[in-house]
């Protein structure tokens, strides 16, 4: 199982890899994250198995220039 999964991306040059995400979905993906850059622009949004866990922005950042991940909390987005 993979630890998180992207499901939407502003990046058309990934949208075929969303697509094979997708398919690797279960019920524990289930926290939702988003990651931008340091200028504050979404990339990706995704789901993980974990909530606030940085292992998406670890294993996203040297391809995408990722800087921040924040999760969904208690009705708001919250910056780890």
Do not use: A
Request: glycine letters at 4%; aromatic letters at 16%; hydrophobic letters at 20%.
């Amino acid at each position: 199982m993979k630890p998180y999964i992207l499901t939407c991306t502003t990046l058309s040059e990934e949208r075929n890899r969303i697509q094979e995400d997708l398919k690797f979905k279960t019920d524990k993906h289930k926290y939702p994250f988003r990651l931008y850059d340091d200028d504050s622009e979404l990339y990706y949004e995704g789901l993980c198995v974990e909530n606030n866990s940085f292992y998406p922005l670890d294993e996203e950042q040297p391809n995408s220039g990722c800087t921040e991940i924040h999760y969904f909390n208690n009705g708001k987005w919250e910056q780890l």
